[in-house]
């Protein structure tokens, strides 16, 4: 799309692709990226070429990433079929895209209510998130890890006030994850849709609303063009968490060095993603408003309770799913507590005392 030409990002962190021959020929090992994420795509698209690109450059070569956005091999949504069957060696994207296979994915992004960014990260790190995710990945010859974070997302775009529960009937909205099936319960029709399919579904009437991350990756996305309400804060993806899934049996043949070497990768593309997104939200969400003619609106309490209740009950269901599913939701419900009950008490408690001053 245009927009990454007028923002002067395209052709950055595309190294990668470049490399394959020469390497391949003094017999360094290829890995196939097949990514979510349109080439080029400001916020979370270019975050994805750079990880590919550090993972070449931090093995010097030896591992010789060879990055296709979406579309570009298979669709975004094909990604995890492609590496699973091995025919690519990982996928980058967002976890909850997979629900449909397992519902355990769900969490490994974000569910409603769920953790925020440092909570999350506290949970796959410290607080035994990496081993059920590991169990999970494991039933589809799958190894994932933690590879970027968006943190709190705003509620989405509309195109008219959303004053009351009841203002959501109806409404065709994209929001993928169990987010989309709390809207559902307040009666509007959620559709999952890749980034890159978004504005055009928007632009055409086929979607009323849609929800993508926040100010910094959405103004690129020109959302505003049809729907000038942006609410926040959304309830639906509070710290999404976005991954790397590689094929494990390609995962087992690396060496332990390999293997470091690709988990510091993923990490620092985790806290860096994080950096540049929390970095970038105010100051556009500030063009937004004053260069885009965007009203920003908050949900209300009234709507939060009906968030609140629908979300408890998208819980409970995504439980029946499997005991696997269970032993997820219930994990992550109890981080949210015990990692939240300190978040509250720290992060919380400041800046709501600092923002008095
Ligand atoms: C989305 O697909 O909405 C994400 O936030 C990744």
Not at 20 to 29: E, F, H, R, V, Y
Not at 149 to 173: P, R, Y
Not at 200 to 215: F, H, K, M, Q
Request: proline share 4%.
């Amino acid at each position: 799309r245009s927009f990454i030409k007028k923002a002067g990002l395209a052709g950055a962190a595309t190294g990668a692709a470049a490399l394959a021959t020469p390497a391949l020929s003094q017999g360094m090992k290829e890995m196939v990226i097949v990514s979510t994420w349109p080439r080029d795509f400001p916020g979370l698209g270019l975050p994805a070429q750079r990880l590919a690109a550090r993972i070449t450059e931090l093995t010097d070569g030896k591992i010789t990433t060879k990055y296709f956005a979406a579309g570009e091999r298979v669709g975004a949504f094909d990604s995890f079929d492609e590496v699973a069957s091995g025919n690519a060696q990982a996928y980058l994207g967002a976890e909850y895209y997979w629900r449909g296979k397992h519902a355990g994915f769900a969490p490994f992004t974000a569910i409603p209510f769920g953790l925020t960014y440092t909570e999350m990260d506290a949970w796959i790190k410290y607080g035994g998130g990496q081993a059920l995710w590991d169990e999970l990945s494991a039933e589809f010859g799958l190894k994932a890890f933690a590879a970027g974070n968006t943190g709190v997302q705003m509620g989405g775009w509309f195109n008219k006030e959303i004053n009351s529960a009841d203002d959501l009937k109806g409404l065709k909205m994209r929001i993928p994850g169990q987010g989309g099936d709390v809207m559902a319960k307040l009666g509007a029709s959620p559709v999952s849709l890749p980034g890159g399919q978004i504005y055009e579904n928007l632009v055409s009437g086929a979607i009323d609303a849609t929800e993508w991350v926040g100010p910094y990756n959405d103004y690129f996305m020109k959302f505003y063009e049809a729907a000038k309400y942006y609410y926040f804060p959304g309830m639906h993806e509070p710290g999404a968490q976005l991954a790397m899934g590689m094929n494990k049996a390609w995962w087992d043949t690396l060496s332990s060095t390999e293997q470091a070497i690709i988990e510091a990768a993923c990490n620092e593309e985790n806290s860096r993603t994080m950096a540049e997104t929390n970095a970038n939200n105010g100051e556009y969400l500030t063009k937004l408003i004053t260069e885009n003619g965007v009203q920003l609106r908050e949900f209300n309490d009234d709507i939060y309770d009906a968030f609140g209740e629908a979300s408890a009950e998208v819980l409970e269901e995504a439980r029946d799913h499997s005991p696997l599913a269970a032993k997820i939701m219930d994990a992550t419900v109890a981080a949210r507590q015990e990692i939240g009950t300190w978040m509250a008490k720290s992060d919380l408690a400041y800046m709501q005392k600092r923002n008095r001053v």
